[in-house]
């Protein structure tokens, strides 16, 4: 009989969750590091995870990856429970890249992926092409301590790709990236997800999160407080819309007056003409009223609620 694999068995689950988290605590003491947490992250999704400094998000990971031990709960992983015997071969299938990258300075880029291949059992074979991708090549024979810290970032970021991750976990990844390396990882992590690479990535830049996660959860003091796409999170906020008007100046108390007849929407004056307030069930009405403005209305434009406003708006 041929035997199957507990990672086989698990991939053969393919409606199942990527990650479960369930009823997840730590404890030190009287300090609740990470308090009840439950949730599922899918297969081929980014997901996000965003929150204050402490909120919990690196004790999170450090569960997932089995670092540390919960005070209480369980978390599966591609139906591999992380305190569970089999969970060695299936970290195996694991990317991280910690918030902190510490490598060894002496070592060269090369040496440094060939270091980490042996550990985890990845072929020496991908380390050149994936510094390579990374867009480390020409540095490969350099030592760590002529690396800049963009450099060292995209190191880190190749060793969590070596032997073609099921799973990655990502803390801060993009810090000390320029804009052009930030616009490349995020390429890359949408190949990864073309190929249902399941991401988890924490990052306090959220104007770069905002329009590239599928879902993401907001953390706060060990708990989650929210969990859904932006959009779904903008629906439970109820946060109301900006719509910036240009007009010409003699046409100001025209568009007050017409405007003032939608209940709920409130103005203000700028230089330029007014930006209204409105709640999102009134929009279409507000953009019918401006409709019937015609050519008074020189330019506007609309403003959803970004994750920053629904990041302090569930967090305070």
Do not use: W
């Not at 880190?156 to 073609?164: N, V």
């Not at 003699?250 to 004056?269: F, K, R, T």
Request: charged share 20%; with cysteine; net charge positive.
């Amino acid at each position: 009989m041929t035997s199957i694999s507990p990672l086989d068995r698990a991939l053969a689950g393919v409606g199942a969750p990527a990650i479960e988290v369930r009823g997840v605590a730590v404890h030190y003491g009287a300090v609740r590091a990470v308090d009840g947490v439950d949730m599922n992250v899918q297969r081929g999704e980014i997901f996000g995870l965003i929150g204050h400094n402490g909120a919990g998000k690196s004790t999170l990971f450090k569960l997932m990856l089995g670092l540390i031990a919960p005070s209480a709960g369980e978390i599966v992983i591609h139906g591999t429970a992380v305190r569970g015997r089999d969970f060695r071969t299936a970290r195996r299938h694991i990317g991280y890249l910690p918030e902190n990258v510490v490598l060894y300075d002496n070592l060269s880029g090369l040496e440094t992926l060939r270091f980490f291949a042996r550990l985890k059992g990845a072929a020496r074979s991908q380390c050149e092409p994936m510094l390579a991708r990374v867009g480390l090549a020409a540095a490969a024979k350099r030592p760590l301590r002529e690396y800049s810290k963009g450099m060292r970032q995209r190191l880190g970021f190749a060793q969590a790709l070596l032997g073609d991750p099921r799973v990655l976990i990502l803390d801060e990844p993009t810090n000390g990236l320029d804009p052009q390396a930030i616009r490349e990882f995020y390429a890359t992590l949408r190949e990864l997800r073309e190929r249902g690479v399941t991401i988890v990535i924490s990052s306090h830049i959220l104007a770069e999160l905002q329009e590239r996660v599928d879902r993401l959860a907001i953390m706060t003091n060990g708990k989650i407080h929210a969990l859904g796409s932006v959009q779904d999170l903008r629906d439970q906020m109820r946060l109301p819309l900006s719509v910036a008007l240009c007009l010409a100046p003699g046409d100001v108390g025209l568009a007050q007056q017409a405007i003032g007849a939608l209940a709920g929407v409130s103005s203000v004056l700028t230089r330029d003409g007014m930006v209204l307030s409105c709640p999102r069930e009134l929009k279409m009405a507000v953009l019918g009223v401006l409709a019937g403005l015609g050519s008074r209305v020189l330019d506007l434009s609309i403003r959803e609620p970004s994750l920053e406003d629904l990041f302090f708006g569930f967090s305070d």
